[in-house]
């Protein structure tokens, strides 16, 4: 059983271990509020770091740069216990494993939802219509001018666009690409209550192989675990049609970037949009020498407002805690 106790007990001035250089206003008001260890450097911390820094602290606030597995949290001294993510994504972090010591995992959820949604549907649109390949070509200098054949790309208005994980953000991108005449398909574990479809005018489809048959463009917006790891693989590339489009704003590793190589060089895919990827920031070279691939690293939620927004969540959730109550933004479920 959690020790209750422990849990909700306050913490005046907690000791706050931030391992990433957030904004500048962020930073100055955790350092008004508590005992806080910036790294302005911004430098990532080795793991011999991040176990230093999660046997000295009561509060970690990592980031998706963290890999914070079971053996780190194993090694964590007693006073860890709050882990206050910097994101909305956890799956850098083993839940499983922080639940058996009492440690609280809060998020950011909700503020990057909107700046997501934009970055996937410039996605949606720059690789049919070719804009990176556009870009290159006038920076170039070799650009000869206009003419009837040149640069020729797709219309995305009348295409079937498919989205996997229809939670906040694939929603606000079902509104975007629906204003953009784009008929909406989805898969989700669970179906939207028919308001929400009608409003989104989208389709529920409970097979995904099902789905991948049937549309022109597929963006994926699922969370990263054990469930979604390859999700989109050797197999399910084979059941889209060789015109269809890939886009992947979520986390790397969802997609198997080995299979969808193969498929982009063989021409079994059109073309694929990319801002996360499975080693960050390393990046197959076999990818960086397809025209037809659209690459920004890792730039989905890279606003002013929503990092700043992310970091008052950050706050208010240390805030909550430190006074002995349960933080708005747990992430773990079934906690007294």
């Known amino acids: 059983m959690p020790d209750l106790r422990r849990k909700w007990a306050k913490t005046p001035n907690p000791k706050v271990i931030v391992t990433r250089e957030l904004a500048d206003a962020v930073m100055d008001r955790m350092a008004e509020l508590f005992d806080v260890t910036l790294n302005r450097a911004d430098t990532p911390y080795s ?9 000295s602290c009561d509060v970690l606030v990592p980031t998706v740069t ?11 001294g007693d006073r860890l216990r709050l882990i206050a993510n910097f994101g909305a994504g956890v799956n850098h972090i083993d839940l499983k494993a922080c639940r ?12 990057l939802t909107e700046d997501t949604a934009d970055m996937a549907m410039a996605l949606i649109i720059s690789v049919p219509r070719r804009l990176a390949e556009g870009e ?17 790309g797709h219309r995305i208005g009348g295409k079937a666009l ?8 694939g929603q606000a991108v079902a509104r975007r690409a ?15 209550p028919k308001v929400v479809e009608a409003e989104l005018g989208a389709m ?93 690293p890792h730039m989905g939620s890279a606003t002013f407002e929503g ?8 706050i208010t959730n240390i805030r909550v805690w430190a006074d002995g109550h349960r933080p708005p933004d747990q992430v773990l479920e079934g906690w007294v």
């Not at 963290?66 to 964590?76: C, K, M, P, T, V």
């Not at 995992?105 to 503020?111: D, L, Q």
């Open 178 to 192: 629906r204003a953009f005449g784009l008929s909406i398909h989805y898969h989700n574990r669970h179906r939207l």
């Open 204 to 296: 529920w489809h409970p097979n995904l192989d099902e789905m991948l048959g049937a549309i022109d463009i597929l963006t994926i917006h699922t969370p990263r675990n054990a469930d979604s790891e390859n999700l989109i693989n050797a197999d399910r590339i084979a059941l889209m049609r060789r015109h269809v489009y890939l886009i992947n704003t979520s986390r790397g590793g969802i997609v198997d970037e080995d299979a969808l190589i193969d498929a982009l060089e063989a021409g079994r895919l059109a073309g694929a949009g990319l801002d996360v990827w499975k080693h960050e920031p390393a990046i197959d070279p076999r990818l960086l020498a397809l025209p037809n691939v659209v690459m920004t």
């Open 162 to 169: 498919g989205i996997i994980g229809m939670g906040r953000i």
């Open 307 to 314: 990092r700043f927004a992310s970091g008052e969540k950050v």
């Open 100 to 111: 058996a010591r009492d440690i609280i995992v809060t998020n950011t959820p909700g503020v």
């Open 66 to 76: 963290d890999e914070i597995d079971a053996a780190l949290i194993e090694q964590a």
């Open 136 to 152: 290159k070509l006038v920076r170039s200098g070799q650009w000869k001018g206009w003419s009837p054949g040149g640069m020729l």
């Open 47 to 55: 793991r011999d770091q991040l176990a230093e820094a999660m046997r």
